[in-house]
């Protein structure tokens, strides 16, 4: 009787830690839908009011970026690919108070997110030493991807910003 009740409570604690480590799991792994990626920036801390945009969704290799606007502001969000093929969450970025951002933490790219609100038509910048220039649309929300140049260290120097407007006047320069 003793051991019977022993197997009972043991089996019981059993099906507890695979439900509660099942359900757990779930909540991290997402798809490739809009609306998972969506609900998993709604469910992170400081998210979960605002309003959600995915412009674009890129691939390389077991990582994914989602490029977004939260509440109309640029950001991405990385995933990483399990072994099943789902995907978690691993970082988040929003750049608040602009309307032009540039994101450079992928292998060997850079991504630029515009919203609406930009008056960009086209930014220069030196990277290591090297003269980068791209033309955006201004007003209109998209997603720029631009290869970085090759370097020895994987290391990048940006210098010398400017920023023109549709009529090739400079908006902004920065060293």
Not at 24 to 38: C, F, M, T
Not at 142 to 152: G, I, K, N
Not at 166 to 171: A, L, T, Y
């Amino acid at each position: 009787m003793k051991s019977r009740k022993l197997l009972f409570v043991t089996f019981g604690i059993l099906v507890v830690a695979i439900l509660t480590f099942y359900f757990n799991g779930i909540k991290q792994l997402y798809r490739n839908d809009e609306a998972s990626i969506v609900k998993v920036i709604n469910s992170i801390e400081g998210y979960e009011h605002k309003s959600i945009e995915i412009l674009k969704i890129k691939d390389f290799d077991d990582l994914r970026i989602v490029a977004f606007l939260a509440n109309n502001r640029p950001g991405y969000i990385e995933f990483t690919e399990n072994k099943k093929g789902n995907y978690a969450w691993r970082h988040l970025e929003v750049r608040e108070n602009e309307t032009f951002s540039s994101f450079h933490s992928f292998p060997h790219k850079i991504m630029f997110v515009t919203n609406n609100e930009n008056d960009i038509a086209k930014m220069q910048v030196d990277i290591n030493e090297q003269k980068f220039e791209r033309e955006f649309i201004p007003n209109k929300a998209t997603v720029t991807w631009a290869d970085l140049p090759q370097t020895d260290k994987n290391e990048y120097t940006f210098r010398n910003y400017k920023y023109y407007d549709k009529d090739g006047i400079i908006i902004k320069e920065s060293e």
